[in-house]
């Protein structure tokens, strides 16, 4: 029989990703989604939508009657504890099979980053939940590169505080397809497993320009910045302040060398190589060089 899986952050990065490589197979999608005005989305991979909000216990039971396997992304925040108990509590009362969760490279209680000891909790709420688990913790993502587009089509730059950190960044299809693979294995087969997700090499942003450069067939540039610039230039944008701490404090771990690792879990999972930068800057050429 087929088994329903229950996608939350529905209307996100990763969780988009994951409808795409879910969808043909013979799994039952459900979205969970906050604004029925955002539902379009899910809809269009033939999910079942429903209306829910993590930071609303009670509005959650309706989305999980049913479902066996949960897959819980939960929106980088300082309440993203909060939201994991609320569906992980929900899940419980459903009678839910199996979570597979999104966490984080480097989840710990002592990680540098607020982010990282945050999704520890989760973590460890998960392994403790008495439900089947796995869960994956993916790099930095390649797609976090679209947040420079505009400055890369517009000038063939993009400035950011990361020096000359290495990081062992991932394409979040390829976090998806891991994630698709997990699911579609059925509950028994990667029960307990932590998988950290990493694409196949650490770059440097001179070597991510690089690549960007050649993919695109034109010139794109790194300028390195310091904290305090690239702190005003989000604030300037409107991100909020505890998100802004918390990439600084990345920042900082990459430019130690917390990030300059790479693991072959994806090749393990999806018995082929990571995607490189240079399939992502091809594939996204669009969103680099379009203007205005
Ligand atoms: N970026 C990285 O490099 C990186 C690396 C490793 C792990 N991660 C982890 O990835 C996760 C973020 O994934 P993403 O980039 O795919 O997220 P995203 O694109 O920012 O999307 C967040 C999703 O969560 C939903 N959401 C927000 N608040 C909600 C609430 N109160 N109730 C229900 N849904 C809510 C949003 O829905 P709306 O449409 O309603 O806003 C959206 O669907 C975080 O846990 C982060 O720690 C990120």
Request: include cysteine; charge should be negative; proline fraction near 4%.
């Amino acid at each position: 029989m087929s088994r329903t899986v229950l996608i939350t952050g529905a209307t996100g990065t990763v969780s988009n990703a994951l409808m795409n490589a879910l969808d043909g197979t013979d799994v039952v999608l459900r979205a969970l989604v906050r604004d029925e005005a955002r539902a379009d989305g899910p809809r269009e991979r033939n999910a079942e939508v429903f209306i829910g909000d993590l930071d609303d216990a009670r509005s959650l039971p309706p989305a999980f009657a049913g479902v066996q396997d949960l897959w819980l992304l939960t929106p980088n925040g300082p309440r993203a504890p909060e939201h994991s108990m609320n569906a992980m509590w929900a899940a419980r009362q459903a009678g839910v099979e199996r979570v597979v969760r999104l966490s984080v490279v480097g989840a710990a209680h002592d990680a540098p980053n607020r982010s990282g000891r945050l999704h520890a909790l989760s973590d460890h709420e998960t392994v403790r939940s008495g439900m089947r688990w796995t869960i994956l913790r993916p790099h930095w993502f390649m797609q976090n590169l679209l947040n420079e587009a505009g400055d890369i089509a517009a000038s063939g730059t993009f400035a950011t505080n990361m020096a000359s950190a290495r990081i062992g960044m991932i394409d979040v299809r390829d976090i998806a397809e891991c994630a698709a693979q997990v699911l579609l294995d059925g509950p028994d087969r990667h029960h307990g497993e932590t998988y950290t997700l990493t694409g196949p090499r650490s770059l440097t942003f001179d070597e991510v320009a690089g690549q960007m450069s050649l993919a695109l067939g034109r010139s794109v540039a790194y300028l390195p910045v310091s904290d305090d610039a690239k702190r005003e230039t989000l604030l300037g944008y409107g991100v909020p302040a505890w998100i802004v701490d918390m990439l600084e404090e990345y920042a900082r771990a990459y430019v130690s060398g917390w990030g300059d690792f790479t693991t072959d879990t994806v090749a393990g999972l999806l018995g082929r190589p990571a995607r490189d930068l240079t399939d992502f800057a091809r594939d996204h050429a669009t969103a680099f060089t379009a203007t205005g």
